[in-house]
T-cell receptor, first 111, second 110 residues
Framework: DAGVTQSPTHLIKTRGQQVTLRCSPK?????VSWYQQALGQGPQFIFQ???????QRGNFPDRFSGHQFPNYSSELNVNALLLGDSALYLC??????????FGPGTRLTVT | QKEVEQNSGPLSVPEGAIASLNCTYS??????FFWYRQYSGKSPELIMF????GDKEDGRFTAQLNKASQYVSLLIRDSQPSDSATYLC??????????FGAGTTVTVRA
């Protein structure tokens, strides 16, 4: 049973560029959440997708957007990258709203 | 005020001892609480969750919840070197937001 998968593993981008990160949820899970984790901090909630709709959003600017596909996989898009966007981006999936299981993450470096 | 606060670390315990981790939350509407373990360079791994007042035990781990005091704790009994990691406390609000604390780093000395 495959767990949550994310791609790519690492990514280096330049300020002002755009990036797309991808996530496939654990089998049987229909809800995907995205988090940003800066070094030495806990994960910060970006948004959650359920039934292809953004159900809830954290305190992140509109530069952060997402999408969920009919097969429940999801994308996180970040436009106009800033140096401060450098972080580990985590995707978590769940069925229902209780336990969330995290993928391995994508390490984004903005130079 | 942060939504979830954890006792500042790092916490160093000898092998075989009990490690005690504490967490408080500000949103009284939070219903479920989670403890994750995160090894350096890895993603968080769910240890256990609790939603009723009292204790919940799973192997060497015991979670405790006191909603009146808005307090959650995690006890790790018979600590092993493999327990050395950062432990994250998280609270799930009624509007589906999962808020994390900054984490407490635990080192188990052999």
């Amino acid at each position: 049973d495959a767990g949550v998968t994310q791609s790519p593993t690492h990514l280096i981008k330049t300020r002002g560029q755009q990036v797309t990160l991808r996530c496939s949820p654990k089998s049987g899970h229909d809800t995907v959440s995205w988090y940003q984790q800066a070094l030495g901090q806990g994960p910060q909630f970006i948004f959650q997708y359920y039934e292809e709709e953004e159900r809830q959003r954290g305190n992140f600017p509109d530069r952060f957007s997402g999408h969920q596909f009919p097969n429940y996989s999801s994308e996180l898009n970040v436009n106009a990258l800033l140096l401060g966007d450098s972080a580990l981006y985590l995707c978590a999936s769940t069925y229902g709203v209780v336990e969330q299981y995290f993928g391995p993450g994508t390490r984004l470096t903005v130079t | 005020q942060k939504e979830v606060e954890q006792n500042s670390g790092p916490l160093s315990v000898p092998e075989g001892a009990i490690a005690s981790l504490n967490c408080t939350y500000s949103d009284r509407g939070s219903q479920s609480f989670f403890w994750y373990r995160q090894y350096s360079g890895k993603s968080p791994e769910l240890i256990m969750f609790i939603y009723s007042n009292g204790d919940k035990e799973d192997g060497r781990f015991t979670a405790q919840l006191n909603k009146a005091s808005q307090y959650v704790s995690l006890l790790i009994r018979d600590s092993q070197p493999s327990d050395s990691a950062t432990y994250l406390c998280a609270a799930l609000s009624n509007d589906y937001k999962l808020s994390f604390g900054a984490g407490t780093t635990v080192t188990v000395r052999a």
